[in-house]
Each structure stands twice: as C-alpha cells, then as structure tokens.
C-alpha cells in the first residue's frame, strides 16, 4: 500500500492548522464547514454529527474516509467542539487526550489501531473570514502514542510495535486560503522532538528499537490544491496545478538503534550538529535536498570484531526528476556529497600499522544533472504498471552533465567534470545503449605514489601495480605538476571513442 505525501498532509494539517489574529467575524459553522471542504478536497468524506449547545459547534463521531483502486483509509477522530469567542473568532477545542482510530484495507493487509494525541488543552484560534481563515495554535507539551496496532485481524503486543513522540513548545501558524482554488502557507517551530519506536518480527526473533531526539526544528511550507473531479488520482491533480514546497530545519540530534537479525545483535548511535530538508512537488517535478553536519555514526554488532567510529563534515543528497509526459525534454539531477569523512585510528592500525599511508579524511561529491523526456506520468497506477511488465518505456534520456566529481582518499585525489548528449535513434553503436556523443576530462593526482606506498605494505602486488599503471598510461598524460595525470575522453557524433586525441575504438 502506498500513501502519496499529499494524502498523509491532509491527515496532518488539521491538527495544527493554525495562524494569526485577524479583525473579521466567523462562526463556528464557518470554521467547521470548511475543515470538511478542506479534507474533501484532498479526497476525503468527512461525516460527523452536530449539534448546537450556547455559542459551542460540537461535533461527535467524526469519521474521515477516502477509498482509492488499492486500499481504503478510514479514521475517527471522536469529538471537537467549535466555540464562539463573542470577538468574530472561534477556538476549536480537542480534549487533553484525543485518541484517533485508523483502519487501513489493501490488497495487502489490513491494519487497524489507536494513536493517542495528548496535548495541555490549549485551543485552536480561528480568526479572519471566510476567504481567509487564520489559524494559531500554542501547547507547551504534545504527544503522540500508539494505544493499539491489529494487523489482519491479529494484535499486536507493545513488544512487537510500539511509537510514542513527544514534543515541547510547539507552535504553529497556517494561513488557509479559500478561494476558485485552495491554498495555505504555514509554519511549525518545536524546542524538541523526542521519539521511541519498536519493531519486531511477529513470526521470529528480528527486531528493532529506536529512540532519539531532535533539537530546534523549524518547518515552513505552502501548498496549492487545486479543484479536479477525483482528488485522488495524482496526476489530475498535478496537472491541475497541486503544488507544494516544504522547508525543514534543526539544529542538532541524536538516535539510538538496538536489536538482532537472524541471532547477531547489533547496535548503531549517531548525531549531528544540525541539518536541513527541502521537498518540492509540482508539474515541474519532484525535488529533494537533504544534508547534516557534523555528522558521527558508531556501529557495534556480535558479528564486529571491535566498534567502529566514523565521522564527516557534511552528509547531503539532492535529487529532482520529472513527473509527467511531456514531448518536451525536462530537467533532472541527482547529487551526492560526502565530506571530511574520517575513520578512527584504530581501523588504520589495521591497514596502515606503519603509519605510510596519509590519514586525512576522505571526500566524495558527484554532482549530476541532465534532460530526459517522460513517455507516461509516473503518478499513474496504470501507466506504471505497463511499464513493470514490460509493455511501455517510461521515457529516454538526451542528455548528462558531469558538474562535479571529486574523490579523494589516502593522498590521491580524483577531479573531473564532462557532458554529453545521447542519440535514442542509434542503439546499434553501443550494444542497445542510445548513442553518446561529448567529453570528459579528468585529472588525478598522487595516484603512483599512492600505488608505490600500497606495493611496500604487500597490499598491492608488482603485477597488479603494472596492470593499474598501463592503464592508466591508456587513458591518461601526464599533467602540470608532480605525480599528475590528466585525461580528455571524447566520444564523437559518429561513434569514435578517443582518449587524449587517441582513438580507443
């Protein structure tokens, strides 16, 4: 079963649907009436009994339902009351503890449970009209805990699932929209973030436990919902114009993994100085950027000789793809980027007891980026599923840059950056790949020292060391400095491939 990102933000946002105050009059009908537009225009049916008490919209048995071809998600969110202030705003109230009943029916199981949402009591304030409602939302300590997990039928101990998430000093502010289509920004600020999870294998002895904390996170996003006859089918949506773009920050964190896995224990603690994640869904495509810093991870296991201790200054990825056919040819990337990447002392002992090999840490980026054009919308159940079968292709690929590439490790150091463009009517040249044409050029440095150093440690024998060094002679010359190799390799429109000028096929 898969829930698209869109589907789980509708079930999120009207917990802390939130914003500041505005001078115009609402009732609690308003407020009310348009929570139901709302998550109706995201592909929920929202039903609940009402009735009126004083200046109180109290609203029992609320159920939300949304059916698609695969599965069938349902939830009870049990009572709210909407309550006039007397001042044109409402304050939407939830008890202390508001316990959320889910049941989940797919072709692949069906799971049913309880998530407890407990929180100090403090209200909603709805302010605005109602083109334009406001919400703010301020609690000193939430929480949230799974109560109870059925899976087909069967439930599940504590010992085998388990969640809990607490939160302090949360607060939030949205600011919906309510126009031809519907929009909202919003912003989410939490001192901490503390979470405790456990999985375990219901039919063996593999399990898992996690448990960690996040400091200072800090969340803005916005997002454009558009009106369309099915709000579930993805690729209506986007082509009518669903976008959204989240930005995620925090300061610092830790976590902790303990369990075993056919009989080995295993055990994994890392932390952080911070980091940031970027999300972006739109026509133009699906985009993400992730990155931490300072970065430690220590592994211990039955199966480990001793503990293992890494640490880098940076740890980050991008990647950003197209998601709808197009006859014209549309960006993607894709980038990597390890950096300061340091192993301990110990593991060096290991390999480099004598200490000849250089010790600095080790540094990876690739940073890609490219054009292609989409034959189908991968949004599409269907389309996709013809793809998996065999019976279409997705789409080709025409083009590729190189950006950046750098690797270096143990003294040497590899560079380089190139592009090129791919022929999709010649598939004859390189054996059913599209035909490539354009150039790269490389430059590598302490390579033979590097070499020469692994020969005196008996890691590299003479033979091996000759194989390397002829081909490197192959494909490089030598460059400007010492122990400096550079290379251009071209593959021409007609199929040459050249290297430094000399031809290789």
Do not use: C
Not at 80 to 88: I, K, L, P
Not at 341 to 348: I, K
């Amino acid at each position: 079963m898969s829930v698209s990102p869109l589907r789980g933000l509708a079930l999120i946002t009207p917990i802390f649907l939130l914003a500041q105050a505005a001078q115009a009059d609402l009732s609690a009908e308003d407020v009310w009436s348009d929570w139901k537009d709302y998550l109706a225009s995201v592909g929920y049916e929202v039903t609940g009994a009402e009735s009126q008490i004083g200046v109180a919209l109290v609203v029992s048995d609320i159920q939300m339902s949304m059916t698609t071809e695969v599965s069938r998600v349902s939830l009870d969110l049990g009572k709210m009351e909407f309550v006039e202030n007397g001042d044109g705003t409402v304050n939407v109230l939830m008890p202390r503890e508001f316990p959320m009943a889910f049941d989940v029916t797919s072709e692949a199981e069906d799971v049913s449970g309880t998530l407890l949402y407990s929180h100090d009591g403090s209200p909603m304030v709805v302010s605005g009209d109602r083109s334009r409602m406001e919400y703010s939302y301020d609690t000193g300590v939430a929480s949230f805990r799974l109560e109870e997990l059925v899976v087909d039928g069967k439930p599940m101990s504590s010992d085998v699932a388990a969640l809990s998430v607490t939160l302090t000093d949360l607060a939030s502010d949205t600011v919906m929209m309510i126009e031809d289509s519907r929009s909202y920004t919003q912003a989410i600020w939490i001192a901490s973030l503390v979470y405790d999870f456990v999985i375990q294998d219901p039919d063996g002895d593999d399990t898992a436990k996690f448990n960690g904390a996040l400091q200072g996170l800090k969340s803005t996003g916005e997002m454009a919902i558009p009106k369309v006859e099915d709000p579930t089918d993805m690729a209506a949506m986007i082509a009518a114009g669903m976008a959204y773009d989240i930005h995620f920050t925090f300061d610092g964190g830790n976590s902790n993994i303990n369990g075993s896995d056919d009989g080995n224990s295993f055990a994994v603690q890392t932390s952080s100085q911070g980091g940031a994640f970027n999300l972006g869904l739109s026509a133009a495509g699906l985009a993400y950027d992730v990155v931490q810093t300072e970065t430690t991870l220590s592994v211990m296991g039955s199966d480990i000789p001793f503990p293992i201790a890494l640490s880098m200054a940076e740890l980050g990825m991008n990647f950003a793809m197209p998601l709808s056919k197009s006859d014209e040819e549309q960006d993607f990337a894709l980038g990597i980027a390890l950096r300061d990447f340091a192993v301990p002392e110990m593991v060096w002992g290991l390999l480099d007891p004598k200490g000849e090999l250089p010790h600095d840490p080790a540094n990876l980026v690739l940073d890609l980026a490219g054009k292609a054009k989409l034959f189908l919308d991968l949004t599409d159940e269907a389309q996709m599923a013809a793809v998996e079968s065999g019976e279409e292709v997705p789409g080709e690929l025409n083009a590729l840059d190189v950006n950046q590439l750098l690797f270096s490790v143990a003294g040497a150091e590899l560079t380089g950056s190139g592009a090129f463009t791919f022929d999709n009517t010649d598939l004859e040249s390189f054996d059913g790949v599209p035909a490539p044409s354009g150039e790269a050029n490389l430059t590598l440095v302490g390579a033979n020292t590097l070499v020469d150093k692994l020969i005196g440690m008996g890691l590299l024998s003479e033979e091996d060391a000759m194989g390397a060094r002829m081909m490197m002679g192959m494909f490089s010359v030598p460059g400007a400095g010492d122990d400096t190799l550079t290379s251009k390799i071209e593959i021409t429109e007609d199929g040459k491939v050249l290297a430094n000028g000399q031809r290789l096929k």
